[in-house]
Structures are given as C-alpha cells and as structure tokens.
C-alpha cells in the first residue's frame, strides 16, 4: 500500500452527529406533512418513513429534499426546511484536536458525504471547519452517485489527483464508508460509536482512528 496522502471523512456521524439531519426528515417533513393532510404528527412520520424506505438510500432520490417536498405537496422550500434546524448542527467533541492532528502530520483533508449539497455547505459553515478542508465532494450533487459503487471513490480519487492506495477514509456506514471504498484499494476504517463491533479495521471514535493511522 502506498504512504497515505490524503484522509477522507463521512460528515452526518462521523463528523456530525445526526441531531441535525434526523431532525430534518422525521420531524421537519413530517410536522408539515402533517399540517398539509390534517393528520397527527405521528402518522404522518410513520408515513414518510414508509414512504423514504420504498426508495432506499441507495438511490438519488432519498437525499433529495426537493424530490419529497414535491412528493408530499408541501409549501415549505427545502432552503427553509433545512434552515429551520441549522440550530441542531454538532460536531463530535473528539473532532478539532483529531483534524489539527493529521493537518500537523501533512495530511490532506476531505470530505465524502453521500448528503445533498445544500446539507453539506451549511453543516461546515456552521460547525467553522471549512477552512480545514481542501476539498468537500457530495457524492449526490457533485456526481450523481450514492457512496454504494467504488466508482465514486475512483472519481474522488481522480479530482484529488491521488490513487486509492494514497487515501484512507472513515465512516460510520458499514457498506458505503467501508466495504466499497476498500473493494478500490483504499484504506478503510468503519466508525461503530455505539461499540458493539470490534475489529483492525474497526474504530469507536475518531481519536482512535487518528491512533490507529499513526501506526500505519
């Protein structure tokens, strides 16, 4: 493998924790779902769960606020929808000290997040880290793929002008932030915060991934 040039990060659960997003799609769509049909909150949140799981999150259109703002008929822009919880956007505790780490020791950062644009821009902002990021890709607008084809990772590869074997990623989906990018050639970790997994390859936190890559 070659010497790792560039580190690239999952933000919602990874960076992020999912206050923010969560909050968007099962409470922000569902209240106006509700307001729009005259219905109680809680079925119209059983609704649009039903309705987000007939897509599944290996297609465009789950990401896509606009797509469901359509669907469900609904008068809230997605600017507006999303706005509404920009008060919700975290970043984990271990976050600052681990990106000041790996800047010190060289290292390249991205960010490769299967979120719409509109999430993304306004997650760095809020959270004050764009200026530690060289790059921030959405896969969704940016490329028109979800994080479930190694394809993505390939044309990330190439925009940074690195070969798999130079990146290391990290997230917290099993399949789109491990298995696929290491099926490439990259460096691979899979963040469980909740602790019941266990393994090389596996971290808890990014503290421990920042470890684990110093003794690559």
């Known amino acids: 493998m070659d010497r790792a040039k560039i580190v690239s990060f999952d933000m919602d659960g990874t960076i992020t924790d999912l206050s923010f997003v969560d909050s968007v799609w099962l409470e922000g769509v569902p209240h106006l779902l509700a307001a729009k049909r005259g219905i109680s909150f809680e079925e119209a949140k059983r609704y649009a769960k ?69 999430f993304l821009d306004l997650e760095i902002k809020k959270t004050g880290i764009e200026s530690c990021f060289e790059r921030v890709f959405s896969s969704t607008s940016d490329f028109g ?49 909740t602790g019941a997994v266990s393994g090389e390859s596996v971290v808890h936190d990014l503290g421990e991934f920042q470890n684990k890559l110093s003794c690559e």
Request: with cysteine.
């Open 145 to 193: 793929l979800t994080k479930k084809t190694a394809n993505l990772y390939q044309k990330v590869c190439s925009v940074c002008d690195v070969s798999p074997g130079e990146m290391v990623h990290v997230g917290d989906d099993l399949s789109f932030d491990f298995e696929v990018p290491k099926e490439l050639g990259i460096q691979a970790f899979y963040l469980d915060r």
């Open 50 to 118: 039903a309705e987000y799981d007939k897509i599944g999150r290996d297609r465009l259109e789950w990401y896509d606020l606009n797509h469901w703002t359509n669907k469900f008929g609904l008068v809230a822009s997605p600017a507006e929808v999303i706005g509404s919880f920009q008060h919700k956007i975290r970043i984990f505790p271990e976050v600052p000290n681990v990106i000041d780490g790996l800047r010190r020791r060289g290292l390249r950062l991205i960010v490769v997040s299967n979120a719409r644009r509109e």
